[in-house]
């Protein structure tokens, strides 16, 4: 018997229903496909640095291309990955944002620097990263600050 001819016979108080089991697959079968595809975006912080508050700090909306320095309170340097070593000298912090800007900008992104100062170290380190990042070509600069209202870091 066809389904029209069914649904002539059907009687009043029978209920057509309809089967929600393919759309909740999809719903799965979606869900899957969009985590797979994201990329989650983690900005590592070395925990021995302290950024200083500002008043005015405020969550920067892009978070693509960011290429993480860490300045601690005794001048030292370091990349994101704090295992990778100290960046010593001026050539070393500027292979690594050189090397970290190809990738972005393989990506499509605009390479930034994200400079997390300690807030009892001396600017003239902060300058040193700054003027390397300048060499290998990057002039975005991000400064890390916490919150003041609520002493969250940016």
Avoid: W
């Avoid at 989650?40 to 640095?49: E, H, L, Q, R």
């Avoid at 100290?86 to 994200?114: C, M, P, S």
């Amino acid at each position: 018997m066809s389904n029209k001819l069914r649904k002539l016979n059907a009687k009043p108080e029978e209920e057509l229903k309809m089967d929600m089991s393919p759309m909740i697959d999809m719903v799965f079968l979606l869900l899957i496909f969009f985590i797979v595809v994201s990329t989650p975006m983690v900005v590592k912080m070395d925990a021995k640095v302290k950024p200083s508050v500002a008043y005015n700090a405020k969550q920067p909306e892009d978070k693509h291309g960011r290429i993480v320095v860490n300045v601690r309170s005794d001048g030292t340097i370091y990349p994101v990955n704090v295992e990778e070593g100290v960046l010593e000298t001026d050539e070393d912090i500027t292979e690594y944002v050189r090397k970290l800007k190809k990738k972005y900008d393989n990506q499509g992104f605009t390479a930034r620097l994200h400079l997390r100062g300690d807030k009892k170290s001396v600017f003239k380190h902060s300058r040193k990263v700054i003027k390397a990042s300048a060499a290998a070509g990057v002039d975005s600069v991000i400064f890390s600050a916490y919150d003041f209202e609520n002493k969250k870091a940016k």
